[in-house]
């Protein structure tokens, strides 16, 4: 592919605005300065700098972040910073969407991505990919409660009782819960129908896909293979 093509289609502006780059000598590719805007590369493991910064040649973006709170889930936001600020501009200039919002207190786990079908595979309600999320509840949690929770819990504005497929207890008031569906603040009116609270909520796995230890919070990096195979309907 034309240097000035992959450029664009990786998120660094207008054709024009790539060659220019080019022009300026603003682009090395594997190691080298190129000033051609026409250079072909195969864009198998292609790696290059803008102005000094590495980047690999991603055909379409899959990446997790780590949610800070205070931070919310759309594109256009009303009271807090977006989570997409979080991201090199670059990726943001792909159109890349965040797969299932959180809400703006909670934490954990997002998967982003530009690709439509996953996007879809991955939020479609058919599918059911579970999700757990790690709930501090503000009321001590017993066995009844989690027992009600495992049975269906009734949520105004639903027709039928809403149950998590798994719910272990982790503390006197810590839980962790598995929902196969993401409705609207779904584990936060799930808890209130249990007369408790959620004090506070981090999203800590998605399919087989875990939040990993060492991903800071804010921070956001590349599902490698491995990882989408955990996001697999089979795995
Ligand atoms: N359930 C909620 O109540 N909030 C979230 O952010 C996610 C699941």
């Given amino acids: 592919m034309q240097l000035e093509r992959i ?16 022009w300026n000598g603003e682009i090395t590719v594997n190691g080298k300065v190129c000033e051609d805007p026409n250079a072909d590369f195969a864009t198998n493991n292609l790696s290059y700098t803008v102005n000094g910064e590495s980047w690999d040649y991603h055909e379409k973006s899959y990446l997790m972040l780590h949610k800070p709170a205070n931070y919310e889930c759309s594109h256009k936001t009303q009271h807090h910073p977006t989570i997409y600020s979080l991201l090199p501009h670059p ?30 595979r991955m939020s479609s309600p058919k599918h059911k990919v579970p999700k757990i999320y790690e709930v501090t509840c503000k009321h001590a949690i017993d066995e009844q409660q989690i027992a009600h929770i495992l049975k269906g819990v009734q949520l105004v504005d639903e027709d039928l009782p809403i149950a998590a497929l798994a719910c272990e207890q982790i503390s006197d008031r810590v839980i962790h819960m598995t929902l196969a569906e993401g409705k609207y603040h779904q584990v936060k009116r799930m808890l209130a129908a249990i007369s408790n609270r959620v004090e506070s909520l981090k999203r800590i796995q998605i399919g087989q896909l875990k939040l990993p230890v060492d991903l800071e919070v804010g921070q956001w990096r590349w599902l490698n293979e491995e990882d989408l195979n955990k996001l697999k309907p089979h795995s």
């Fill in 91 to 120: 990726l943001v200039e792909r159109d890349v969407q965040c797969i299932g919002r959180l809400d703006e207190d909670t934490t954990g786990l997002i998967l982003i991505s530009d690709d439509g079908q996953f996007i879809h």
């Fill in 7 to 22: 450029l664009q289609a990786q998120g660094f502006g207008t054709r024009k605005l790539c060659r220019i780059m080019i």
